[in-house]
Antibody, heavy 126, light 108 residues
Framework: QLQLQESGPGLVKPSETLSLTCTVS??????????WGWIRQPPGKGLEWIGS????????YYNPSLKGRVTISVDTSKGQFSLRLNSVTAADTAVYYC?????????????????WGQGTPVTVSS | EIVLTQSPGTLSLSPGERATLSCRAS???????LAWYQQKPGQAPRLLIY???SRAIGIPDRFSGSGSGTDFTVTISRLEPEDFAVYYC?????????FGQGTKVEIK
């Protein structure tokens, strides 16, 4: 059974860079059927898709709302993909989830998310 | 981006009752690429429905999804105690993928 687990600092200072890693176990990342994504949820609020990456790293797409602050990378040899978010503010305080994006077909970027990691809370504060 | 509006914000029902949750999109969702998730406190979202009406593996048949275009619905035919949670819709037809703000189903 595929499992995902987020890891990284729970506290980041304003203006610094948030860095998280998602470790995938119980299955291979190297499938054309999937993307690998990050989603976040501010306290008491809804969900926001951050971005997704193909296992080769050759295709990455981001939510424009993050205005170029985000970078997602992948290391399939370690079974991991990572998130970096620059210039963080209090508005970036959230639970960050990684998830597998299931593509509707091999030629499409469109994907729903299943399964999800348990999530990791990140607070931006000095 | 496509804005998803869920209604009602909160649904107060008793176990055994039928729950109907709505998700309305600001523009047509391509190919009915709409999913529903259930989230319980302190847990990650769990996929219930994809493609507007296909149940995910392991999801009981009391959950059903319907709709197309801009209007989608998930129905829980008879609420079980474990169904009281927050439900989110997500569209994945047009990037950026977006989620609704959620509907909380609470025990009356």
């Amino acid at each position: 059974q595929l499992q995902l687990q987020e890891s990284g600092p729970g506290l980041v200072k304003p203006s610094e860079t948030l860095s998280l890693t998602c470790t995938v176990s119980g299955g291979s990342m190297s499938s054309s059927s999937y993307y690998w994504g990050w989603i976040r949820q501010p306290p008491g609020k809804g969900l926001e898709w951050i971005g997704s990456i193909y296992y080769s790293g050759g295709t990455i797409y981001y939510n424009p709302s993050l205005k170029g602050r985000v970078t997602i990378s992948v290391d399939t040899s370690k079974g991991q993909f990572s998130l970096r978010l620059n210039s963080v503010t209090a508005a970036d305080t959230a639970v960050y989830y990684c998830a597998r994006g299931v593509r509707v077909r091999v030629s499409s970027q469109s994907s729903w998310f299943d399964p999800w990691g348990q999530g990791t809370p990140v607070t931006v504060s000095s | 981006e496509i804005v998803l509006t869920q209604s009602p914000g909160t649904l107060s029902l008793s176990p055994g009752e039928r729950a109907t949750l709505s998700c309305r999109a600001s523009q047509s969702v391509s190919s009915s690429y709409l999913a529903w998730y259930q989230q319980k406190p302190g847990q990650a979202p769990r996929l219930l429905i994809y493609g507007a009406s296909s149940r995910a593996i392991g999801i009981p048949d009391r959950f059903s999804g319907s709709g197309s275009g801009t209007d989608f619905t998930v129905t829980i035919s008879r609420l079980e105690p474990e169904d009281f949670a927050v439900y989110y819709c997500q569209q994945y037809g047009t990037s950026p993928w977006t989620f609704g703000q959620g509907t909380k189903v609470e025990i009356k």
